[in-house]
């Protein structure tokens, strides 16, 4: 069935590094959507991508939609404390999200 | 704009008893979705309800139904619960054939 595969599961990084997660699939992706969810919380919309290489920008927080639409990257530019949380990567296909596993990213002050 | 309300907020059942989860989405989303989430299995799609139809099921046992009322708000019904649905149960709200879901804060089962 489709998957979407997360890598990696955790990252534990300085306050001010760089972080990035990464979401594959075997098959070509009709869309990616990416969430955040605070330890405690529940996931919010960050983003949707829909065209192949699309790449959109948030502040510190860059995703990128690969050209063949197979792979999909989230990058923060110099963490903060507040960038702490489980990031989820999904597709949108036939009235469901299929959720990766989530990064969780823990930034040390 | 109220967001997606889901009570109760946390529960505590035995094997065996059944629990039903309420959602409120938001004012106008006429579509509501459930997903479960466990620290094992991730976040998985349960079922989706829009004008008070079922439009799609993921995989769980017939022991998990849903409906949806025309006031939009849903139940989510578990029956003979087990161990392993202990998890936290998300309803998330969309607005016609829009993408993107509005989660609610989620109903913390725990199954003794």
């Known amino acids: 069935g489709q998957q979407v595969m997360q890598i990696p599961q955790y990252q534990h990084v300085q306050e001010g590094e760089d972080f990035t997660t990464y979401c594959n699939s075997s098959?070509?992706?009709?869309?990616i959507q990416w969430y955040k969810q605070r330890p405690g919380g529940h996931p919010v919309f960050l983003i949707q991508?829909?065209?192949?290489?699309e790449v959109k920008k948030q502040k510190r927080l860059t995703f990128q939609f690969g050209e063949a639409k197979k792979n999909s990257s989230l990058h923060i530019t110099a963490t903060q404390t507040t960038d702490v949380g489980t990031y989820f990567c999904?597709?949108?296909?036939?009235?469901?999200?299929?959720f990766g596993q989530g990064t969780t990213l823990q930034v040390k002050p | 704009k109220a967001g997606v309300t889901q009570t109760p907020r946390y529960l505590i059942k035995t094997r065996g008893q059944q629990v039903t989860l309420s959602c409120s989405p938001i004012?106008?989303?006429?579509?509501v979705s459930w997903y479960q989430q466990t620290p094992g299995q991730g976040l998985q799609f349960l079922f989706e309800?829009?004008?008070?139809?079922?439009?799609n099921k993921g995989n769980f046992p017939g022991r998990f139904s849903g409906r949806q009322f025309s006031n939009s708000r849903s139940e989510m019904n578990v029956s003979t619960l087990e161990l392993g649905d202990s998890a936290l149960y998300l309803c998330?709200?969309?607005?016609?054939?829009?993408?993107?879901?509005?989660f609610g804060a989620g109903s913390r089962l725990t199954v003794l």
């Open positions: 999904a597709e949108y296909n036939t009235g469901k999200l299929i």
């Open positions: 098959t070509t992706l009709s869309n």
């Open positions: 998330a709200s969309s607005y016609g054939t829009q993408l993107v879901l509005t």
């Open positions: 991508l829909v065209k192949s290489g």
């Open positions: 309800y829009f004008s008070e139809t079922q439009r």
């Open positions: 004012s106008g989303h006429r579509s």
